[in-house]
């Protein structure tokens, strides 16, 4: 491979913010969920590169033909590659695919295809454009990228802050992340958070069913937390973590009364006791996220009430770790159902995605 930007590239990364910037000389974008990927093309090879320098190609063999079809034959475009369906973007088909067999990726390539979305333009035949400013990256982008192609998607971009707001309020139950903000003049800077994110961020109240400790044996590393469903079953949904080194021993002593005889009438008994999965979901045991880490945790009496500050959920969990923002003595473990999350309804996934129609 010949190209004047060469693998590893560490993707230009952004800061979180918590509404729409309004600055002058800002491009917006969609957020997408999905795996954010560099890829580079010379001629007949393709390389997908990730974020931590893991090979992603083996993994998405059917998109390499797709993109020797829509892409430039010498270029590096930065993107996303996500798995489309009726209901939005489905990320936990897309880790799925990180399989190591490959008669197992190829099964999953044929049944769940990828998609990818290009919105940045590093290099192209002979020339390096990570100096060049963000607004020329992308008019050259939009010369070489189409919408033509299946599967190949060039992402929406507006210069409109009130479009970038309504895209953040439509969009989120279709499985986007959020708003993406790009200053107009901006060159390709690996590895700095030189752009803003903005992300759908709300609370709700959990039951506090266990703990683990945290990794350096010195105090607790994450909250177990549960929610009901109509049926009274408590399902875990996800952990509370990022504590301080003195947040993590003081719930230590917080958690302490509670472990007594947890586990007399814990709704999670039988996995605690057996390891083995109950009905609903459970907080533990080897799973394809796991990656071979220790999942051992401490029952507590599901008695304490968490409010949480989450992004959003899927497929009934929350979809990234949450922050604890304070205890609800105020609020009985039964109130803590699945009837407080909202789920906004996917919203017009097929006028950006063709594919949905097909």
């Given at each position: 491979?010949?190209?004047?930007?060469?693998?590893?590239?560490?993707?230009?990364l952004a800061k979180a913010v918590h509404e729409v910037p309004r600055a002058p000389g800002l491009?917006?974008?969609?957020?997408?969920?999905?795996?954010?990927?560099?890829?580079?093309?010379?001629?007949?090879?393709?390389?997908?590169?990730?974020?931590?320098?893991?090979?992603?190609?083996?993994?998405?063999?059917?998109?390499?033909?797709?993109?020797?079809?829509?892409?430039?034959?010498?270029?590096?475009?930065?993107?996303?590659?996500?798995?489309?369906?009726?209901?939005?973007?489905?990320?936990?088909?897309?880790?799925?695919?990180?399989?190591?067999?490959?008669?197992?990726?190829?099964?999953?390539?044929?049944?769940?295809?990828?998609?990818?979305?290009?919105?940045?333009?590093?290099?192209?035949?002979?020339?390096?454009?990570?100096?060049?400013?963000?607004?020329?990256?992308?008019?050259?982008?939009?010369?070489?990228?189409?919408?033509?192609?299946?599967?190949?998607?060039?992402?929406?971009?507006?210069?409109?802050?009130?479009?970038?707001?309504?895209?953040?309020?439509?969009?989120?139950?279709?499985?986007?992340?959020?708003?993406?903000?790009?200053?107009?003049?901006?060159?390709?800077?690996?590895?700095?958070?030189?752009?803003?994110?903005?992300?759908?961020?709300?609370?709700?109240?959990?039951?506090?069913?266990?703990?683990?400790?945290?990794?350096?044996?010195?105090?607790?590393?994450?909250?177990?937390?549960?929610?009901?469903?109509?049926?009274?079953?408590?399902?875990?949904?996800?952990?509370?973590?990022?504590?301080?080194?003195?947040?993590?021993?003081?719930?230590?002593?917080?958690?302490?009364?509670?472990?007594?005889?947890?586990?007399?009438?814990?709704?999670?008994?039988?996995?605690?006791?057996?390891?083995?999965?109950?009905?609903?979901?459970?907080?533990?045991?080897?799973?394809?996220?796991?990656?071979?880490?220790?999942?051992?945790?401490?029952?507590?009496?599901?008695?304490?009430?968490?409010?949480?500050?989450?992004?959003?959920?899927?497929?009934?969990?929350?979809?990234?770790?949450?922050?604890?923002?304070?205890?609800?003595?105020?609020?009985?473990?039964?109130?803590?159902?699945?009837?407080?999350?909202?789920?906004?309804?996917?919203?017009?996934?097929?006028?950006?995605?063709?594919?949905?129609?097909?």
């Amino acid at each position: 491979m010949d190209l004047p930007v060469l693998p590893p590239v560490r993707p230009m990364l952004a800061k979180a913010v918590h509404e729409v910037p309004r600055a002058p000389g800002l491009r917006y974008e969609p957020k997408w969920d999905g795996f954010r990927c560099v890829v580079f093309r010379d001629g007949d090879e393709v390389e997908l590169g990730s974020r931590n320098d893991r090979p992603l190609t083996r993994y998405f063999p059917e998109l390499v033909d797709l993109l020797k079809e829509a892409l430039p034959p010498r270029c590096v475009v930065d993107g996303e590659i996500v798995i489309v369906t009726e209901r939005g973007l489905d990320f936990e088909s897309l880790q799925l695919r990180l399989h190591p067999a490959a008669s197992r990726v190829r099964k999953l390539a044929e049944e769940t295809p990828a998609s990818f979305v290009v919105f940045d333009l590093l290099a192209l035949g002979d020339r390096d454009l990570t100096e060049e400013p963000f607004a020329e990256r992308r008019r050259l982008l939009e010369g070489v990228v189409s919408g033509e192609f299946a599967r190949v998607h060039l992402t929406p971009m507006t210069e409109d802050p009130d479009v970038a707001q309504d895209w953040f309020n439509r969009f989120e139950g279709a499985g986007f992340d959020g708003v993406m903000a790009k200053p107009a003049d901006q060159p390709y800077e690996q590895d700095r958070r030189v752009m803003w994110k903005v992300k759908h961020e709300r609370t709700a109240d959990c039951v506090v069913a266990g703990f683990r400790w945290h990794k350096d044996g010195n105090g607790v590393g994450s909250l177990l937390l549960g929610l009901y469903d109509e049926a009274g079953t408590l399902h875990h949904v996800g952990v509370a973590s990022s504590f301080t080194a003195a947040r993590r021993k003081e719930l230590v002593e917080e958690l302490a009364p509670l472990r007594e005889n947890a586990l007399e009438t814990h709704p999670w008994r039988r996995w605690a006791e057996a390891h083995l999965e109950a009905d609903g979901r459970m907080p533990g045991g080897q799973s394809r996220w796991s990656a071979g880490k220790d999942l051992a945790w401490e029952p507590v009496r599901t008695e304490l009430v968490a409010e949480v500050r989450y992004e959003h959920v899927q497929s009934g969990r929350f979809r990234h770790g949450t922050r604890l923002v304070r205890f609800r003595p105020d609020r009985t473990p039964e109130s803590c159902t699945y009837g407080q999350l909202e789920e906004v309804p996917p919203a017009e996934l097929s006028t950006l995605f063709g594919e949905v129609r097909s």
